[in-house]
């Protein structure tokens, strides 16, 4: 297949180009900058700002699959400043992907579009699957309004997958690495109560969970991209402290404290949701690392 990839430079795109690559597929990815990153059979680039209409949304049409990974970190102070650029990023990216869609509606073409577990906000103890209801918080309003853009490509006949993707676990970024320098030092310990929900998923897991998406033509609508056996954050701890040989001996860092520095998006750390993956079950779906420790066992080799 041909594939359109926004995000394609990212912690989650770059493993799954190179997974998309090595599976004999084409892949195109969006970049701002003009410098050529990697030189690759079956790999080319279009420059353009996804946040604006311009020539590369005539390279959409011209592809099987688009999956859409783009937009600001979450992971920064939400000022106002910050939270106008997490929520326009994705709002302004996946409308002009679907302006791309609508000019080729001649076309079968199947869109990706990342979203987030943030999607149900913090339902304490609720398991979660793709019947959740939303939240009513800003991640949570976010997530809505960014899939609700992302499900007008059905209007012009594309098959539409919001992928909810949990904390993502994997080598050399992501969440894990900033875990790692906690816990390397000895200090280690669960946050808030420690009871909070942690709803994660392996990298490898998640390219596998894309590729599985891309070419299972009946599945459609949100979709949970998480382990099936989410973990409370103490459990995470202890597993983690485990994997490492480090010991979890510290007191929980109170909520208070955390509010403190990070303010509202404090909440992401110590609130949670546990959500399961109720549709790629259904489906058969084989997940690698379907527990933490596992996956901890495998990432930490």
Known sequence: ???????????????????????????????????????????????????????????????????????????????????????????????????????????????????????YGFQDDAELDESGVPGDDFLATVVKDWEAEAIKAEENGAR??????????????????????????????PLGSGKQWFSWVSLPDLVNIFLFLMSNKTISGPVNCTSPYPVTNREMTKSLGRALHRPVFLPPVPAFLIKGFLGEFSDVFVKGQKVVPGKLLENGFGFEFPEIREAFAHLLN
């Open 160 to 189: 539409v997958v919001l992928c909810r993707i949990g904390v993502i676990l994997g080598k050399d970024g992501g969440a894990l690495s900033k875990m790692l320098s906690v816990f390397k030092w000895g200090i280690g310990s």
């Open 1 to 119: 297949m041909k594939v359109f990839i926004t995000g394609g430079t990212g912690f989650l795109g770059a493993a799954l180009t190179e997974k998309l690559l090595a599976e004999g597929h084409l892949v195109t990815i969006l970049s701002r900058s003009r410098k050529i990153r990697s030189i690759k059979a079956g790999l080319s680039y279009a420059e353009g700002n996804p946040t604006r209409s311009g020539p590369w949304q005539e390279e959409v049409g011209n592809h099987d699959v688009v999956i859409n990974l783009a937009g600001a970190s979450i992971f920064r102070p939400w000022n106002t400043r910050n939270k106008e650029a997490i929520y326009t990023s994705r709002i302004h990216t996946t409308r002009n992907i679907v302006d791309a869609i609508a000019k080729h509606a001649d076309k079968e073409i199947t869109l990706l579009s990342g979203s987030a577990v943030g999607f």
